[in-house]
């Protein structure tokens, strides 16, 4: 046995069998079970470690060759094969509360399973393809059989397509740079072309409007799937780059432009929400901010990006997973998740929006929720940095404050006299409890997470240094 085939192959395979085989009920617990397995034994079982049961020796191999290419999965690896899965088995576990089809599990553990594989692939350009390859499979996540796809999922796969070339260009050009590191003109060529390619990867402004777009067209819980899954492994992406490549990690022009793209990002990201008068839009936008935060962190001047960017995209999931979870919820009773068709809905679904504006509120970094510490480990880094960028970042946060009480508002508001009621099944008010209940542990002990983080620098051997 070996990794890839444990963590890539395994679950890919069981996304085509659960499509073709299992009902929407069963689909959602046998995908969630596989991706717990996979995270626990991600956690317990170490790569490349013969392990004795009695007379037997279990020895899991570090790489596969397939088609040339070489797919290696380290013992540092495990820690991040742990979060990835157990995050995804959230959302495999929410899809019958969500509403959402089995489709939604076949095709979530085949996009998760070519997203690992994106990390695991030598030569590591390679993984620009499997980016591109699990973005052609999220359509028809977004976009039901019977249903024209929408301007927003046109403009995402464009954008997720247009990134490939200038990606891969760049990867050609830095190997020239790599023999010749001296010839200005050609690091600015691949700085430029890197830049371009990241830039549609991330949705940086003003290339993020198919986001607020998508969330008016699609399902919620499908395109949160989306805003979890793309930027996390996109981000570890470009942290391999920072790490492979010593004149980017030691340029300050291009420590700089990450860093102010990132302000953009998050100052826009935040007051755009506070104008918006459709919550699936605001979620949208607070998905933006969070990619913001973390090309902060890329530009900051620190030793401990990584710890910094894990502490951010670890609460970033179940973030996510529970406000989808309540927009799914109250969108299947709603005509429109417009403010005039919402109106009242907290004493219908009293369980679907605590959870929602507590979703929302931990991502403008309100105390003793999950979002907290992560903005307070930043804004200590920033401090010492840039005044202009907490600034900004205020601006971006108060922007997303105002939008959770814009939201809360309209909710509470009604003409209607009649009483509060519990409209939500046990599984959706389980699911969403739970997901609360994860909140306020990460708010108050951040530490429970340092377990994970701690060993993840190791799979970046320059990065910090």
């Not at 596969?64 to 576990?93: C, K, M």
């Not at 399973?113 to 999220?138: D, K, N, Q, R, W």
């Not at 991330?202 to 989306?226: C, D, K, Q, R, V």
């Not at 907490?390 to 209607?416: K, N, P, S």
Request: net charge neutral.
């Amino acid at each position: 046995m070996s990794a890839p085939l444990l963590w890539i192959a395994l679950p890919f395979f069981a996304g085509v069998l659960i499509m073709l085989l299992l009902r929407e009920r069963i689909a959602a617990w046998f995908g969630g079970g596989i991706a717990v397995f996979l995270a626990l034994c991600a956690l317990l079982i170490p790569i490349d470690t013969a392990l004795l049961f009695g007379s037997t020796s279990l020895k899991i191999a570090p790489s596969v060759q397939f088609f040339g290419r070489s797919f290696e999965l380290n013992t540092a690896d495990g820690p991040l094969l742990a979060i990835i899965y157990g995050l995804a088995a959230l959302w495999f576990f929410g899809t019958e509360a969500s509403g959402t089809t089995n489709r939604f599990v076949s095709l979530g553990l085949m996009i998760v399973s070519l997203l690992t594989a994106s990390i695991a692939v030598e030569p590591f350009l390679y993984a620009a393809l499997l980016l591109e390859m699990a973005a052609m499979l999220v359509i028809p996540l977004l976009v039901p059989s019977y249903q024209k796809a929408g301007r927003g999922v046109v403009r995402f796969i464009i954008y997720q397509t247009l990134a490939m070339p200038f990606i891969l260009f760049s990867g050609w050009i830095l190997a020239g740079v790599e023999a010749s590191p001296g010839d200005l003109g050609t690091i600015t060529q691949s700085g430029v072309m890197l830049s371009l390619g990241f830039a549609f990867l991330f949705g940086i402004f003003p290339l993020y409007n198919w986001i607020p777009m998508l969330m008016e067209e699609t399902s919620p819980y499908a395109a949160g799937f989306l805003l979890w899954a793309l930027p996390t492994f996109t981000t570890i992406f470009a942290l391999g780059f920072l790490d492979r490549y010593a004149w980017l990690r030691t340029s300050p022009q291009f420590s700089n432009a990450i860093l102010f793209a990132g302000i953009i990002m998050v100052a826009s990201g935040g007051v755009f929400a506070a104008l918006q008068r459709h919550i699936g839009r605001i979620f949208g936008y607070a998905a933006i901010t969070e990619v913001g935060m973390i090309l902060l962190v890329m530009g900051l001047n620190t030793q401990q990006i990584v710890p910094l960017i894990f502490l951010l995209l670890i609460p970033l999931g179940l973030q996510l997973t529970v406000w989808a979870l309540a927009l799914s919820i109250i969108k299947r009773k709603a005509f429109s998740l417009q403010f005039s068709d919402i109106q009242g809905f907290a004493r219908q679904y009293p369980a679907a929006v605590a959870a929602l504006i507590l979703a929302h509120l931990s991502m403008t970094g309100f105390p003793l929720l999950a979002g907290f510490p992560p903005r307070l480990a930043i804004s200590q880094e920033l401090a010492g940095q840039s005044f202009t960028a907490i600034f900004w970042v205020f601006v971006g946060m108060l922007g997303l404050l105002i939008a959770a009480i814009r939201t809360l508002a309209v909710f509470v508001m009604t003409d209607d006299e009649s009483g509060w009621k519990l409209t939500e099944s046990w599984v959706q008010t389980a699911m969403l409890g739970l997901g609360v209940i994860g909140l306020f542990i990460m708010g108050f002990f951040p530490q429970a997470l340092q377990p994970l983080i701690e060993n993840l620098p190791a799979l970046f051997n320059r990065l910090g240094q």
